[in-house]
């Protein structure tokens, strides 16, 4: 066929020149050793050649976890290659010669900037329509434009405001406007008319796109020179991206606080002010309820919560307790004189659960529960059963040291939780691997 080794390309473009009998004797070939050389005999990756791998198991052992480290960091090499050459017809991911990306349309357009350079992750620009491209783009100015406007109004009636009547019918002055949302309610309708007549009267007149996103005749503002235009747009496009961000984070706070610079104190309103000063909100994390339960604003249902983990808390600090105690002494004698069972006869930890005989485990519910009903019964307090010797009878006091159990109890929870995953998988609440003889992982 005189072709020659030269003559055939690298990588999935040598797939079509490569001859049909050239094909035939590569699967031949490969076929030949899958069935015959490479025949798998139990062992994985033992083929009897003693001189590659090794009679040594340890050593046969550590040369194929080589391999199989090379060979895994090869297979994701293999798939990041045929993916670069199949879009740009080198195994090296040339992006120049990817010259049919729809997204070439778009590489030196307005807006495409450093650091992110091209960034569609919707993908609005997989069809490749730069009119398209060029009239969202033409929108994005113009949200810009409005958000710079809209965050300069937020930014300076906090100094200054015109002087006058804003409606002189009504005895409507300007300073009587306060900031912000609240604007809204008190500028009368026909102030809203006027703005909306002007605003409109700009967006078909004045602001009309033309095709050239951002181009409106204003030279003197913008330049006749396109690479100058360009970069002024391009600045603008930028300030414009920060504004719609920062008009976005004063609406949220102005709604909250009734302020666009957020002050908590003004947010009287907030359900969790209820929750501010309550018993476990504690520093470093403040008020912290990621999922909502307190959305509702009910200060006893947040209360019997606050109860509901304290418990929690006392219980997994005597289960912790109940770890580590007999790791190092037991009680003597006898824990089932009529079953012969001693206090020592049970193991530490998840394994005692088998051991303990049921009337043991009976005595156990029976004293909890009665601490349940009777001794730990909730009186609208979280924490408080009347023990003022252990707590206190002096508000604070007691606050600050129910906040100190809480704090040990939180530790406590995450630490039994711990304990009791290193136990199920160790046999030991100290997680010692050697002793997780039955892991798959082994």
């Not at 017809?89 to 450093?114: I, K, M």
């Not at 958000?147 to 002055?173: H, N, Q, R």
Request: aromatic share 14%.
């Amino acid at each position: 066929m005189g072709l020659k080794f030269s003559d055939v390309p690298n990588g999935l473009a040598a797939i079509g020149k490569v001859p049909g009998n050239g094909w035939a004797q590569i699967v031949a070939f490969a076929g030949y050793y899958e069935l015959f050389v490479y025949k798998y005999n139990g062992v994985p990756g033992e083929y009897g050649w003693k001189a590659i791998s090794s009679a040594d198991p340890e050593v046969r052992k550590r040369k194929l976890s080589a391999e199989l480290a090379n060979g895994r960091l090869a297979m994701m090499a293999i798939i990041g290659m045929f993916f670069q050459d199949g879009l740009t017809g080198s195994a090296w991911g040339d992006w120049s010669l990817y010259t049919d990306s729809p997204l070439r349309a778009f590489e030196e357009e307005l807006g495409v900037q450093a650091p992110v350079g091209f960034w569609d992750p919707v993908g609005y620009t997989r069809d490749g329509d730069l009119e398209t491209f060029k009239r969202r783009r033409e929108t994005e100015i113009k949200h810009g434009r409005v958000a710079m406007y809209a965050t300069i109004g937020y930014i300076v009636p906090e100094y200054i405001k015109w002087p006058g009547f804003l409606s002189p019918s009504m005895g409507l002055k300007f300073s009587d406007v306060p900031n912000g949302l609240a604007a809204i309610g008190k500028v009368p309708g026909n102030g809203w008319a006027q703005i909306v007549a002007f605003a409109g009267y700009y967006e078909l007149f004045v602001y009309k796109y033309n095709g050239v996103p951002g181009e409106y005749g204003w030279k003197a503002i913008s330049s006749a020179d396109p690479e100058v235009r360009k970069r002024k747009l391009s600045a603008e496009l930028a300030n414009g991206r920060l504004a719609m961000m920062a008009i976005i984070g004063m609406f949220f706070q102005d709604g909250l606080t009734g302020s666009a610079w957020g002050d908590w104190s003004l947010y009287t309103d907030s359900p969790l002010r209820a929750f501010e000063e309550e018993l476990g909100v504690q520093a470093p994390v403040g008020f912290w309820d990621p999922v909502g339960y307190t959305r509702d604003g009910d200060l006893e249902t947040f209360k019997r919560r606050r109860e509901t983990e304290i418990k929690h808390g006392r219980v997994a600090m005597y289960a912790t307790i109940g770890y580590i105690v007999p790791e190092y002494i037991k009680w003597p004698g006898f824990l089932s004189p009529s079953m012969g069972l001693k206090f020592s006869d049970v193991p530490n930890g998840l394994a005692a659960i088998g051991k303990v005989p049921g009337n043991g485990w009976a005595q156990i519910v029976a004293f909890a529960g009665y601490y349940e009903l009777f001794v730990y019964k909730y009186n609208g307090v979280p924490g408080e059963y009347g023990w003022k010797a252990i707590s206190s009878a002096d508000p604070e006091v007691r606050k600050r040291k129910l906040s100190a159990e809480l704090a040990n109890g939180r530790l406590a929870m995450m630490a039994i939780i711990g304990m009791f995953f290193q136990d199920g998988l160790t046999g030991s609440a100290w997680g010692d691997w050697s002793l997780y003889t039955d892991s798959p992982l082994r």
